[in-house]
């Protein structure tokens, strides 16, 4: 059984373009997490989606679009980006609706915007 | 306003001692905490869950502690190893009521680095 995997590891963007991110979720698991973590912070929770629906998200922009295919892949598409973009950026999947689980994460992509 | 928090930025503990990393938080709505373990360039691993209901965990070297009423949770380490030398995350999780669906998402700590030295 493969875990969860992301591309790219690194990516450099300039403020004002888009990005998109990609996650591979572990097989079998329907729901899909992401988090931006900062430096020097904790993962902050951005979206999650369970069979290809938006299940509920944080206190981030619409610029912060997901997107989630049958083939346990998502994606995080980031419009319009600003300096404070910059972060780590991590899926996590889990085996269920959403609910009480643990969440297992990727390694994570390493954006920057100059 | 920070609803998990790990007060400690850092612990440095002696090979075969005990770590104690702490965790406090102030939503009383959290039903279910969880440490995760991570490695530079590696994503965070789950080490270890507790619910709400239950006030320890225990699996191997490694026991959580819930105190509800002081809304603070611990991780302790026994033994400490060289390897358990990571940054700990402190995570609590509750449902985002506004969604509209059944949204559970975990709240983190700023981590606290372990370092365990030989």
């Known amino acids: 059984e493969t875990g969860v995997t992301q591309s790219p590891t690194h990516l450099i963007k300039t403020r004002g373009q888009q990005v998109t991110l990609r996650c591979s979720s572990q097989?079998?698991?329907?729901?899909v997490s992401w988090y931006q973590q900062a430096l020097g912070q904790g993962p902050q929770f951005i979206f999650q989606?369970?069979?290809?629906?938006?299940?509920g998200r944080g206190n981030f922009p619409p610029r912060f679009s997901g997107l989630q295919f049958p083939n346990y892949s998502s994606e995080l598409n980031v419009n319009a980006l600003e300096l404070d973009d910059s972060a780590l950026y991590l899926c996590a999947s889990s085996p269920g609706t959403g609910g009480r689980e643990t969440q297992y994460f990727g390694p994570g992509t390493r954006l920057l915007v100059l | 306003d920070q609803q998990v928090k790990q007060n400690s930025p850092s612990l440095s503990v002696q090979e075969g001692r005990i770590s104690i990393l702490n965790c406090d938080y102030t939503n009383s709505m959290f039903d279910y905490f969880l440490w995760y373990k991570k490695y530079p360039a590696e994503g965070p691993t789950f080490l270890i869950s507790i619910s709400s209901i239950k006030d320890k965990n225990e699996d191997g070297r490694f026991t959580v502690f819930l105190n509800k009423s002081a809304k603070h949770l611990s991780l302790h380490i026994v033994p400490s190893q060289p390897g358990d030398s990571a940054v700990y995350f402190c995570a609590a999780g509750d449902y985002l009521i506004n969604s509209g669906g059944s949204n559970y998402k975990l709240t983190f700590g700023k981590g606290t680095l372990l370092t365990v030295n030989p």
């Open positions: 989606y369970y069979r290809e629906e938006e299940n």
């Open positions: 097989s079998g698991h329907n729901t």
